[in-house]
């Protein structure tokens, strides 16, 4: 379901979870997220047109948008010709899709961390937009997306980039531990509601493991620019930036063996 912030929002501190606090609570957050994910410089101007990107030709493809959150992406694909489902754990969240995507639109409440309540091969694509970091084990989830896909078909995933996260953690003066496994906790406050948000930061060579290990083949790793209107739009944002490019995302392309 997506992130939401500017790099320099980056969280002073990171937090170690505990099992005390609730976390990840979509359904309070949904209505100022909404609004928030619409127009922010990495959600609107970078992460969903490279995942729109990477999709490519979508036409009567059938997309299970896994995380759909309030259906940005979702409503994209749709106006591209795919046949699209939406699944995501928050009903919050889904009833923000469904004002935007009208009562015909195929939403469900569902969590990644559980299996999926669709049959075998029922997809051509899944598109999971910012959500795996929120898992602390892929493995079930992804052998799930693998069972829905074709043979063939498509996996399209975009987490936090794990270089990123470690810069963020040495330039709060923490000591970087890349190659864990490592639980980190944000708090966000959108539309006048806070809550602790929890996620799950690991190194590159886990996530590739991870996607091997459940049957996908590794098509594309990108890195890609953010779209030329956003230095535009949030000029003070960028005034440091002088490429095109900052490090936030990692994106993939992966295929169903």
């Known amino acids: ?53 990477l999709a490519g030709d979508v036409t009567g493809r059938r997309i299970l948008d896994a995380g759909c959150g309030a259906g940005p992406l979702f409503s994209e694909l749709r106006d591209r010709g795919a046949i699209v489902t939406g699944i995501d754990a928050s009903a919050g969240m889904l009833e923000m899709a469904r ?12 969590d990644l961390a559980s299996p999926l309540p669709f ?18 084990d892929w493995g079930p989830t992804l052998v799930e997306l693998r069972r829905v896909l074709r043979p063939g078909g498509r996996l399209l ?10 810069l963020f953690q ?25 809550a602790q948000m929890s996620f799950w930061n690991r190194p590159l060579h886990a996530m590739t493991e991870a996607f091997t290990a459940a049957g996908f083949r590794i098509s594309v790793i990108s890195e890609p620019p953010f779209v030329p209107e956003a230095r535009e739009v949030f000029p003070e944002e960028f005034r440091e930036i002088t490429g095109t490019r900052f490090l936030c995302f990692l994106f993939f392309v992966l295929e169903a063996g």
């Open 99 to 110: 004002r935007r995507l009208g009562v015909d639109a195929d939403l469900q409440v569902a």
């Open 170 to 194: 040495a330039m709060a003066g923490e000591k970087p531990k890349y190659f864990e496994t490592r639980n980190r906790t944000e708090e966000w406050t959108m539309g006048g509601q806070t």
């Open 157 to 166: 995933v975009s987490v936090d980039h794990p270089f990123s996260v470690a």
């Open 1 to 53: 379901m997506g992130h939401n912030g500017l790099m320099s929002a980056m969280p002073e501190k990171y937090v170690e979870a505990t099992s005390s606090s609730r976390f990840n609570d979509y359904d309070r957050l949904a209505e100022g997220y909404t609004a928030e994910n619409e127009t922010s410089i990495l959600n609107a101007y970078y992460e969903r047109p490279a995942m729109l990107e």
């Open 119 to 136: 049959a075998d091969e029922a997809f051509d694509d899944v598109i999971a937009s910012l959500v795996l970091h929120y898992l602390e």
